[in-house]
T-cell receptor, first 117, second 110 residues
Framework: GAVVSQHPSRVICKSGTSVKIECRSL??????MFWYRQFPKQSLMLMAT?????????EQGVEKDKFLINHASLTLSTLTVTSAHPEDSSFYIC?????????????FGQGTRLTVV | QKEVEQDPGPLSVPEGAIVSLNCTYS??????FMWYRQYSRKGPELLMY????GNKEDGRFTAQVDKSSKYISLFIRDSQPSDSATYLC??????????FGSGTKLNVKP
């Protein structure tokens, strides 16, 4: 299957700092990428849909100014958690849809475990 | 009401058993149905997807959809310890949004 690389896999940061997470599609182009958040023993919660060259679409309750999304190319989307607080600690996962493939398939990155201390 | 409901388990079975994982959904407009497997601290990987009622088989895995009952299942035959993971059902209404179940944690004991 297609490969989505997410970096870093684990990050610890101090409260008040910002953290950037990258999501790259390695062998396909992705006009659409998705950012999820997953709490322990819970399912994935969609945060936003990232579209190449345009503004991301955020789900209700997700702060746009806190979770900045940039999808500047067909293979890269970034999520920046600004002014991070301990309650932002979570597992963040991106997924990407192959623009040239089935619209029903989305491939996931390995996830990023963010810990804010 | 949640869009997708899934029993969180955990489900513990002996090696070689047949495993049945299930989800129900609320909206008859959903068109595409997927099962993902997620190992601890990893991203989900797609196992199977289908868009019609009936069964779809891939090796030891069979996905079943019953649109009249809004019920989907994943069966795993001859389960192996390596199948131990959390299994997530996902449903798609249009091409832009997935709805995930809460995941069922499966443990296959050697």
């Amino acid at each position: 299957g297609a490969v989505v690389s997410q970096h870093p896999s684990r990050v610890i940061c101090k409260s008040g700092t910002s953290v950037k997470i990258e999501c790259r599609s390695l062998d396909f182009q992705a006009t659409t990428m998705f950012w999820y958040r997953q709490f322990p023993k819970q399912s994935l919660m969609l945060m936003a849909t990232s579209n190449e060259g345009s503004k991301a679409t955020y789900e209700q309750g997700v702060e746009k100014d806190k979770f900045l999304i940039n999808h500047a190319s067909l293979t890269l989307s970034t999520l920046t958690v600004t002014s991070a607080h301990p309650e932002d600690s979570s597992f963040y996962i991106c997924s990407a849809r192959d623009s040239g493939g089935s619209q029903t398939e989305a491939f996931f990155g390995q996830g990023t475990r963010l810990t804010v201390v | 009401q949640k869009e997708v409901e899934q029993d969180p388990g955990p489900l513990s079975v002996p090696e070689g058993a047949i495993v049945s994982l299930n989800c129900t959904y609320s909206n008859s407009a959903f068109q595409y149905f997927m099962w993902y497997r997620q190992y601890s601290r990893k991203g989900p990987e797609l196992l199977m997807y289908t868009y019609s009622s009936g069964n779809k088989e891939d090796g030891r895995f069979t996905a079943q959809v019953d649109k009249s009952s809004k019920y989907i299942s994943l069966f795993i035959r001859d389960s192996q310890p390596s199948d131990s993971a959390t299994y997530l059902c996902a449903i798609q209404k249009n091409f832009n949004k997935f709805y995930f179940g809460s995941g069922t944690k499966l443990n296959v004991k050697p």
